[in-house]
């Protein structure tokens, strides 16, 4: 048989033979599920001098606070995002405490709680 031959017998054996399930992995006996994480302690660090992570903070540290258009202008980021830095960067990893008040203008002002 020549090369081409002998290939072509074997695709037309491997089409023949039934094909083996994946089947689903289990953990190993004796391992134990992950513990939940703990929460973080707030970071004693501040931000870098200049970045917008620091013009946020300074923002939200006045007695007044900002109002999102403040944050958006302060860091040329859209709605969705200044928020989702709000409740990822500062209250979850920094462990800040934020405070949203409604002002009379009907703003929604965002302000570093105080202890």
Excluded: C
């Amino acid at each position: 048989m020549n090369t081409s031959a002998n290939h072509a017998s074997h695709k037309a054996t491997q089409a023949t033979l039934p094909r083996a399930r994946a089947t689903k992995r289990s953990a190993p006996a004796g391992t134990a599920p992950k513990a939940a994480k703990k929460p973080k302690a707030p970071s004693k660090r501040s931000a870098r001098r200049g970045t917008k992570t620091a013009k946020i903070l300074a923002l939200l540290r006045r007695p007044a606070g900002a109002s999102l258009p403040e944050l958006r202008k302060a860091t040329g980021w859209q709605s969705h995002s200044v928020r989702g830095f709000l409740s990822g960067a500062v209250k979850k990893k920094m462990g800040l405490h934020i405070d949203s008040v409604a002002r009379d203008d009907g703003e929604r002002a965002y302000r570093l709680a105080s202890k």
